[in-house]
């Protein structure tokens, strides 16, 4: 999500959250592991292909499917492809609460499944002798009956996919049921999930539901984030052509809209151009030990989100206290009331927590997840077109994070605490202000028209002077100069004319981005002057051009 904010004001967001410098690495373990996917790739996304269930899988979806029409809630299809990756998921999975992103998202991959990552309900039953992996026997109907009443708790009014995998994992030593459920927010027409290199797909589809104003990102085999071109219809349809002109390798696109709860991800999913899925998958898994606090998690996360910056060659991010302090009560929002989106029904959604808190921002972007432990958030985070083009965007320059645990998802031992995670990142207001603005200013100037072909600017010095006089004043933080006196010394000067822009800019990436830099006339008589009202605040710049 990105939000422009310019506004300033008092009052705070809460208690501080804990610093990443209080957390540290301590009691999360983090496990490497290997799985193969079942049977071969699929060949086009949005196209249903054999699955054969089992006896007892196919009494699991028969009971939902039973219970769903009691309950009215909406539409309930069962998706083979869906069904196939859970299977394959069931099997692989570490435990019942690890679903490690990387996993899951090569998973739906392999399989052909377009959405975005499901909800996955869970239950394991001790050993494999009853044969409840392979039939609905009575002595399997409690633990059949406690999976299907989670899933009708779990779905709700929408068009739902659900998928049903049960195995006897751990060598016998468990039987793992598991249903898949998506809420299908947008129909495409069929994708390829391979296509040759330096090919195309074209992407075709309509928003479902109360959704509109469809887009589409992608990350390219080079890590290259970028918004795609599309035609957008008034009924929520979307036309668009995906390019393989990066490489070879995954491209993963993402398809979002704007709902109920602020931007959504209804399509997520890879095209691999000129090579084939991988049928093997290595991955990695948190465990995070009883004594784990936030500060632990939020260590972990920043460490994360500022190691992959600094790989690419982005200025890494610096700490905000007052920016955690939103974060944290966005994530107890969540948290408590049982949702991840930004747009929350009590405190509206990411700028406008940030004006109740007083934070004044050229910028504000935020994330938010929920998951078992700061890698996997990561990696999710990561995962998700849009998602990482926030982590790794260059317009902004600190960032807060806060971190609520859930309750535990059962009453098991070993029943892990869900983690609730909201990252906020914005660009201070002319934070990035050099220490000699107007200088600076020039200099850019000129090499961005040197880069675009255009002859240097024809500054001259008493007019630099006279325009840093006037925008000091208009800053407040000199005497400035009266239009009297700007008349009287751009006529000795030997101006003939005068004009005369004033600008307010968030950051002095801003004023650098004006147009007004190319439409300079090379014959004009030029000056600029920058000033800075205080730390924190915004730039005011005057532009004097003159004949």
Not at 35 to 52: I, K
Not at 172 to 193: C, D, F, N, S, W
Not at 223 to 234: D, E, S, Y
Not at 538 to 547: H, P
Request: glycine share 12%; charged share 20%.
């Amino acid at each position: 999500m990105v939000g422009v904010l310019g506004c300033d004001g008092g009052g705070h967001a809460g208690p501080t959250p804990p610093r990443p410098s209080e957390g540290s690495g301590r009691h999360i373990n983090e496990i490497q592991a290997v799985a193969h996917a079942s049977g071969t790739a699929a060949a086009t996304y949005g196209v249903d292909r054999p699955h054969p269930l089992s006896e007892v899988e196919q009494a699991i979806l028969t009971a939902i499917e039973r219970g769903h029409r009691g309950q009215r809630g909406g539409d309930l299809t069962h998706d083979p492809a869906l069904s196939a990756m859970v299977h394959d998921l069931a099997l692989a999975s570490p435990s019942r609460f690890d679903m490690p992103p990387t996993l899951l998202d090569a998973l739906l991959a392999w399989h052909g499944v377009p959405d975005p990552e499901p909800a996955v309900v869970v239950v394991e039953l001790q050993g494999s002798d009853h044969g409840c992996d392979r039939a609905a026997k009575p002595d399997c109907q409690e633990a059949l009956d406690a999976l299907v009443d989670e899933v009708l708790e779990t779905l709700g009014p929408g068009r739902w996919r659900v998928g049903v995998g049960v195995s006897a994992v751990d060598g016998g030593a468990k039987t793992r049921m598991m249903v898949a459920i998506v809420e299908r927010a947008i129909e495409l027409r069929p994708i390829p999930v391979t296509v040759a290199a330096g090919g195309r797909i074209e992407l075709r589809g309509k928003l479902l539901g109360k959704r509109v104003k469809p887009r589409i990102e992608r990350v390219d085999p080079k890590g290259h984030w970028a918004r795609l071109a599309a035609v957008v219809g008034t009924d929520g349809s979307i036309d668009a052509v995906v390019q393989c002109d990066a490489g070879d390798g995954a491209y993963q696109i993402e398809v979002l809209a704007d709902g109920a709860l602020g931007p959504e991800v209804v399509a997520n999913f890879r095209v691999f151009c000129g090579v084939h899925p991988p049928s093997e998958i290595r991955y990695g898994y948190e465990r995070l030990g009883a004594k784990v606090t936030d500060a632990d998690v939020v260590r972990g996360n920043f460490d994360l989100l500022n190691a992959e910056r600094e790989a690419r060659g982005l200025s890494m991010l610096a700490w905000d206290d007052r920016a955690a302090a939103v974060a944290k009560g966005h994530s107890d929002d969540m948290a408590a009331n049982g949702f991840v989106g930004h747009t929350s029904p009590t405190t509206g959604d990411a700028p406008t927590r940030f004006k109740r808190a007083g934070i004044s921002g050229a910028v504000v972007r935020e994330n938010v997840a929920r998951g078992y432990g700061p890698k996997g958030i990561h990696e999710s985070l990561m995962n998700s077109p849009g998602h990482r083009a926030n982590l790794l965007a260059d317009d902004v320059t600190h960032v807060g994070i806060g971190v609520v645990f859930g309750e535990p998802e059962s009453t098991a031992a070993d029943a892990p605490r869900p983690v609730f995670l909201t990252q906020n990142f914005y660009a201070k207001l002319g934070a990035d202000t050099p220490a000699r603005p107007g200088t600076a200013l020039r200099d850019r100037v000129d090499e961005q028209r040197k880069a675009e072909g255009q002859a240097g600017v024809a500054w001259v010095a008493a007019l630099n002077k006279i325009a840093q006089r006037r925008a000091d004043g208009a800053a407040g933080i000199g005497p400035g100069i009266s239009d009297d006196e700007l008349q009287a010394q751009v006529f000795g000067v030997g101006l003939q004319s005068l004009e005369q822009h004033q600008v307010t800019a968030g950051s002095f990436a801003d004023l650098l981005s004006l147009e007004l830099w190319t439409q300079l006339p090379a014959t004009a008589k030029v000056g600029v002057g920058v000033a800075q009202p205080g730390a924190g605040k915004g730039l005011v710049m005057v532009l004097l051009v003159g004949k």
